[in-house]
């Protein structure tokens, strides 16, 4: 038995491929990309075209993957540099309390296993960033990126 929480408003390309225990609601998945198992992506998030997102990943709102990026395993996104659970009244905040910061992954980058990316950040076309790297700042194309915080390691040749 298959395991999936595909929500009807998820847009869905031809070919793509859906691991067990995914969770889509309110997105876009581009043609013959692979989500893997245990993977998030919420709504207003889209994943381009001849993507890989592997396993126990978090896709939130307001994330932007274009086509042919390659996300590793356990990354996470964030779309709120700011998060609090309540109002400064002590009021639980809903949707309306908040605004979605936005991320872009460009063309062709690859994101290694267990990053972090920060909201407001634009990874730059055939980026890589290293495992375990934290991008709090716009990552240049044809670069690699690596730690905490992410810095410029080399360009790519």
């Known amino acids: ?3 999936l929480s595909v ?3 998820v847009k869905l ?3 793509v491929k859906l691991a067990n225990f995914v969770n889509l609601y309110g997105c876009s998945i581009g043609n013959n990309t692979k989500i893997g198992a245990f ?3 919420q709504k207003n ?3 381009g075209a001849n993507c890989k997102v ?3 990943t978090f896709i939130c709102e307001g994330v932007t993957v274009e086509d042919c990026v390659f996300i590793g395993h356990n990354v996470t996104f964030i779309n709120d540099m700011y998060p609090r659970a309540a109002t400064p009244e002590g009021n639980l905040k809903t949707e309306e309390d908040w605004k979605v910061e936005p ?3 460009k063309k062709g980058a690859s994101i290694g296993s267990g990053a972090t990316i ?3 950040i634009t990874i730059g076309e055939h980026a890589i960033v290293g495992a375990g790297s934290v991008v709090t700042k716009d990552v240049p194309p044809d670069t690699i990126v690596a730690g905490n915080p992410a810095r410029v390691i080399r360009k790519i040749i």
Request: hydrophobic letters at 35%; glycine letters at 4%.
């Open 39 to 41: 993977v998030e992506i």
């Open 45 to 47: 998030a889209s994943v």
């Open 7 to 9: 929500s009807d408003d």
């Open 118 to 120: 920060l909201s407001n």
């Open 103 to 105: 991320t872009l992954v």
């Open 1 to 3: 038995m298959r395991y």
């Open 13 to 15: 390309g031809k070919d």
């Open 54 to 56: 592997s396993s126990h």
